[in-house]
């Protein structure tokens, strides 16, 4: 339900995409099980939402539901997440009183009464924006009766799309307000069920786009797979919740690991140790083979896209399988020597190819951009080097907002150049890394005029056919391409779409190349042992850039790849995605061990990280990881952390406390709770990641030591200005609305005394005075300055974000 739309960017590279794995909406597949059979009771208001015990492991189908409850009658609106919270926090019912043989009683809602009424879905998760005619920013209830014999503990995992409370007998056991698509099971909650009637009741709020419930008393099946994946995440509290359920400790899952096995895989030592202590089996991890099977097992026997995978080692290939369909509706199964676009991971190919020609004597990465097009704005300031790295400060035409609609249409480069070459500069060349695509693009178009040959020839003269990379090219609309795997966006009902088909001239360098894991392996075997590049140019390659001020970028970036570590290995990646289509290319040097993984659907259905592949083979060498629980004794002033910390291009991570817990939320994503470990340090439970907050000598906390996977960056913490009053005269004044360019608008409105902007398809955000003509952003590193003429008249904003600003002219 909220989607995410990929433009062929790694997905290592972008600060913003942190923390993404745990908001990423993702979908149960269709359960071939009968549903829950709602037995109704003529005696009970509940009717048919009426449960003998709580059937576990089949989701509750069957509820009787309330709304919805609008927080505007005003559709056109868009609330900010203050308001939406607001909204959610204050509770219309906690429990409802049921009368016998009469219908539930209603709701009252602004002195209106809502009825309860019987609704049951077809499929496990329950879909209210189909019941509530897409209604947003609004709120629901789900309401079922569970009788049982005696009392016990259960586990219910519940879905929701968005924010979600649960109830039990008017006792609240659970509050997650966040922002996120429906994940079945995602919120593990303990439930203590009396004896007899139980009253389950769910809140539901829809913050935008899309909206519903999946709800179940977990099974042994459920509870074996949570303690599983808990154990291999290092979740030292699930894993103990788990184990009072009594379950079977030695549980194997559908890829028959246990939970011991994935804390060995993944190196939890002290949860290892956990599991020994309460009487785990301490049988052999199966071998690397076997356990890659397992990741992709779930996709056997499903009329679903596919993967491929390879997985090579010392030149010698331990791995090669794929899954699922390549044409699903054709019925062609996806085999190792499927063609697939790769997009970004095209990027290194290109720069190859400029190594290449710097060696040939034909070109150095410091020419200047100016010497291959001579009327490129600020062409002399930008070299060849700030385009392979990402640094050059030119708008990336793949986030223009007219781009998706031209994708699908011919395109010349010269046409596609001059759609972005007069586009304002990003920032200053060399003074800020980010992920480019026009860069990419400009050097595919600068190989072809230094080599006198087309991008495609080049490759295919100089690698391609070499390498004998027989199934690799550059992707073209009138060529058919036997064996080509087609893209797919995978809908929120687990059912697949054809993906937006873009004609491939609009990627060039940038992603426009096809290929198979063989072929893609074949690759990086020649380029790491010295057959593409000679070693200067390789170690130039293989070296982060390093910026103007003399730092070096999180995410480090050199020439065409990603550079980092996972658990003590060298790895050297690049990722690709595009419509339809995701890729992965990872080399952990030190090992002599490559990774390729290719899928033809957005979101993937597969296992698409190449670390978790990667740990397989090698999760004996690999460093161990720390295990996580929270530290109730640690005791602090939590206050001191609040404030925001910048993550760089705008994007901020706002750090909040209530009621002595504290809380993180980057811009653009939900809020999630995070947990202290120790004094000053805190991680997340929804996504592995972690914050050690930092003093200076007066006890002041200067930034956030944030680690996510391989990223890791020192976020300084921001000064916060003193908000002020003004005259409500002069909010009127800046009301209006403004051309940011690109086609993108900012409208500012004046509501109840405040002022807000909204950016064309953005969140509405409220902007607070500072002085009487500068505001500033709260969820952003952001600030805007109106500008008044000698004539009074407002004439423009200026708009900074993290430092780059940019005038947005007043059209109306």
Known sequence: MKKRILSFQPV??????????????????????????????????????????????????????????????????????????????????????????????PVVYKGKPVAWKTYTSGEDIVDFDKIFNKADYAYAYALAEIKTDSAFTSFLGVGSDDAVKVWLNGKLIHNNWTARGVTPDEDFIEVNL???????????????????????????????????????????????????????????????LTALMAARINGREEVANVLLQKGASDTPVPAGEQLVDGLYIPLLGKDIPGVAVLVAKDGNILYKKAFGYADVKGRKPVTPDTKFRIGSITKQFTACAILKLQEDGKL??????????????????????????????????????????????????????????????????????????????????????????????????????????TNTGVHTTWVKLDKEALGYDKNGNASYTPALN????????????????EDLYKWNEAVFNGKVLEEKSLKAAFTSVVLNDGKT????????????????????????????????????????????????????DAVMNPNTVAECFLWQKMDKQTSYSVQPGVKEDVTVYIGRYDFGSGAVMTI???????????????????????????????????????????????????????????????????????????????????????????????????????????????????????FVLKEMNARVTFVREATGKISKMIVDIGGQKKDALRVE
């Open 12 to 105: 290592h590279a972008v600060a913003c995409m942190l923390l993404c794995v745990a908001m990423t909406a993702t979908y149960a597949q269709k359960k071939k099980q009968p549903p829950v059979k709602a037995k109704p009771d003529p005696n009970a208001a509940y009717g048919s939402a009426f449960y003998a015990g709580i059937q576990a492991g089949q989701y509750i189908r069957t509820w009787l539901l309330a709304g919805p409850f609008l927080l505007r009658n005003d559709t056109t609106s868009h609330p900010d997440r203050t308001a939406q919270q607001k909204f959610f926090d204050d509770d219309l019912v906690t429990q409802v009183v049921p009368l016998a043989g009469k219908p539930m009683p």
């Open 656 to 774: 909040t406390a209530d009621a002595g817990n504290l809380y993180a939320q980057l811009t653009g994503q939900p809020r999630f709770p995070i947990y202290p470990s120790a004094p000053g340090e805190y991680f997340w439970k929804v996504v592995e990641a972690r914050i050690r907050f930092v003093k200076n000598d007066k006890g002041e906390v200067i930034h956030g030591h944030f680690t996510q996977g391989t990223f890791t960056i020192d976020a300084k913490k921001l000064s916060e200005e003193p908000v002020i009053s003004l005259d409500q005269a002069i909010f009127n004044d800046y009301v209006g609305r403004y051309n940011y360019g690109d086609n993108i608008f900012i409208s500012v409105t004046n509501e109840e005394g405040k002022l807000y902007a909204q950016a064309t398809d953005q969140q509405k955000l409220q902007i607070f005075p500072v002085s009487e003509k500068e």
């Open 553 to 604: 970028p999180p995410g480090e970036y050199g020439y065409g790849w990603g550079i980092g570590d996972y658990r003590g290995e060298h790895v050297i990646q690049h990722s690709g995605g595009l419509h339809g289509f995701l890729s992965q290319l990872a080399r952990y040097t030190e090992e002599n061990l490559t990774v390729v993984m290719l899928t033809n659907v957005v979101p993937a």
């Open 364 to 469: 150095k990465v410091t020419d200047k951009l100016s010497k291959y097009i001579h009327d490129f704005p600020r062409g002399d300031e930008v070299t060849l080097h700030h385009l392979l790295t990402h640094t050059s400060g030119i708008h990336s035409y793949t986030g223009k907002d007219d781009f998706l609609k031209r994708v699908v249409s011919p395109v010349t480069t010269e046409e596609l150049i001059n759609y972005f070459k007069n586009d304002p500069y990003d920032f200053n060349p060399g003074e800020q890394w980010r992920y480019n695509n026009s860069g990419y693009f400009l050097l595919g178009y600068i190989i072809e005029k230094v080599s006198g040959k087309t991008y495609a020839q080049y490759l295919k003269e100089t690698f391609f056919g070499p390498l004998q990379m």
């Open 502 to 517: 873009w004609n491939m001239a609009w990627a060039g360098g940038a992603g426009a190349l096809y290929s198979t894991v």
């Open 194 to 256: 009396a004896k007899g009637s139980n009253q389950l009741l769910i809140k539901v709020q829809d913050v935008e786009v899309g909206w519903g419930l999946a709800a179940r008393f977990l099974d042994g099946k459920a509870l074996t797979e949570r303690l599983i994946k808990a154990a291999g995440s290092g979740d030292l509290d699930e894993i103990n919740i788990l184990l009072k359920a009594k379950m079977n400790i030695n549980g194997k899952n559908s890829s028959g």
